[in-house]
Structure formats: structure tokens, C-alpha cells
Nanobody, 126 residues
Framework: QLQLVESGGGLVQPGGSLRLSCAASGFTLENYGIGWFRQAPGKEREAVSCISSSGASTNYAASVKGRFIMSKDNVKNTMYLQMNSLKPADTAVYYC???????????????????WGQGTQITVDS
């Protein structure tokens, strides 16, 4: 059974940092395009970042570019989202997702992702 499990969420002050992890089981992330997404209260889910299955393409939403860094560790079968200089506007539930042999186009196609984690809450507040 394919499963993605996020961890690392929580409360952080503006300007702080957090690292989210997303552990995959039941499949090998190496063969999958992966992405991070977020949904704030009352808003639609939006794409944050993605990496193609080949690793050749990486994209970030304009709102997080330069502050967030996405990566994956094929040995640990885990993807990460390092979030720096956090702002209150970053408050949301963050989801990881994967799609077999997926690319990472611009803009990021949320609907193309097939497997999703359960989400983890990030709250940026003083």
C-alpha cells in the first residue's frame, strides 16, 4: 500500500525555520515526481514546490522562492521541505504528494498528483 506520512509541523515565530519530512512507504520515491502543497483556511490548495522524477527539474511558487528548499533522499525514501524566513502568510496545512514518473512543469499541476499525505499544520505566529 502506497503511503506518504508528513512530520515536522508546528508553531513557529515569524522569521523562524522549520523542516518538514515526508516518508514514503510501499513505493520508491526515486521513480516518482514529488511535490509539496499547502492549504490555508478558506483558500484553495496551492502548489509550493516540486521535483521531477528524474531530479532534473525543480520549481517553487513565487511566494516561497528563495525561502523554501525542497529535497529528497532516495536512500531514506523521504522528501523534505526546508522552510526559512517564515511569514504569517505561510500558515497552512502542508501536504506532500507524488506521481509516478512525474515531471515538474511550471506552473505545477496539482491535479496530476495521485498519492497524498495526510497533511501537517504549520502556524507562523508571534
Amino acid at each position: 500500500q502506497l503511503q506518504l506520512v508528513e512530520s515536522g509541523g508546528g508553531l513557529v515565530q515569524p522569521g523562524g525555520s522549520l523542516r518538514l519530512s515526508c516518508a514514503a512507504s510501499g513505493f520508491t520515491l526515486e521513480n516518482y515526481g514529488i511535490g509539496w502543497f499547502r492549504q490555508a483556511p478558506g483558500k484553495e490548495r496551492e502548489a509550493v514546490s516540486c521535483i521531477s522524477s528524474s531530479g532534473a527539474s525543480t520549481n517553487y511558487a513565487a511566494s516561497v522562492k528563495g525561502r523554501f528548499i525542497m529535497s529528497k533522499d532516495n536512500v531514506k525514501n523521504t522528501m523534505y521541505l526546508q522552510m526559512n524566513s517564515l511569514k504569517p502568510a505561510d500558515t497552512a496545512v502542508y501536504y506532500c504528494a507524488a506521481v509516478y514518473l512525474g515531471g515538474c512543469p511550471r506552473p505545477i499541476h496539482i491535479a496530476s498528483y495521485e498519492d497524498w499525505g495526510q497533511g501537517t499544520q504549520i502556524t507562523v505566529d508571534s
